[in-house]
């Protein structure tokens, strides 16, 4: 489903070059729960960023569902991804002056769906993650976790084929840590292909899979279960 070839990436600043991934060979399969770990600075951000077609490689080559995408425009990324890439980042990237129920359907309006479909998506999401109670109030009175899962629901709402998850327990305690993580091995279970990104290796273990970067190189990929 989602694989890169070679892929080297870094990052000039002045007279000095940082390289952040050199040569990364990464396969996900359809329906797997992958895991990428490594210490702050090893290159998950970067790699999280080209895999979900944010960015461009300076080599190599990035496939999703079959077509080479790293070598696209910014427009083509974009018009790929939507709808078919979910994301969900530490900071829960909500529009915190609107409803939950409002933020839950911005994708859904980027993706051209009708206002009849687009109820029954938020009414699916809302209860399947027990958000009834609070479909009216602004996201931001609510506190991190349900946050969280406000982002959640908006990400799977529009049923994208893989869900990138950047250290989404980062700002979390560890009891809210845990439900999160339940919830994204739910997603999985029902289908959807997942990568975490983190730097905690217990939490990496969580995943079927665990590939682990050091200083933009993988280091190590090992089977969990």
Do not use: W
Request: a negative charge.
């Amino acid at each position: 489903m989602l694989h890169t070839r070679d892929l080297s990436k870094g990052f000039r600043h002045g007279d000095s070059f940082t390289p952040a991934l050199i040569n990364v060979n990464v396969d996900i399969g359809k329906g797997e729960f992958v895991s990428v770990v490594g210490p702050s600075g090893c290159g998950k951000s970067t790699l999280m960023e080209i895999m979900g077609l944010l960015e461009a490689p300076d080599k190599g080559e990035v496939y999703f569902l079959g077509q080479e995408v790293g070598s696209l425009s910014d427009k083509e990324r974009l018009m790929i991804r939507r709808g078919k890439i979910g994301y969900l980042f530490s900071d829960f990237e909500l529009i915190e002056d609107l409803s939950v129920a409002n933020n839950i359907e911005i994708p859904l309006i980027y993706n051209g769906l009708s206002r009849k479909e687009r109820k029954l998506r938020i009414e699916e999401v809302i209860a399947r993650y027990r958000l009834n109670h609070l479909r009216r109030e602004r996201v931001s009175e609510l506190p991190g976790l349900q946050q969280q899962i406000v982002s959640l629901a908006r990400s799977v709402s529009y049923r994208p084929s893989v869900l990138l998850a950047d250290e989404p327990t980062s700002r979390l305690n560890s009891i809210g840590s845990s439900e999160i993580f339940d919830m994204l091995s739910q997603v999985n279970e029902d289908g959807m292909t997942v990568v975490l990104f983190t730097n905690s290796t217990q939490d990496a273990q969580r995943a079927q899979r665990m590939v682990q970067l050091f200083d933009g190189h993988v280091v190590n990929v090992t089977s969990q279960h």
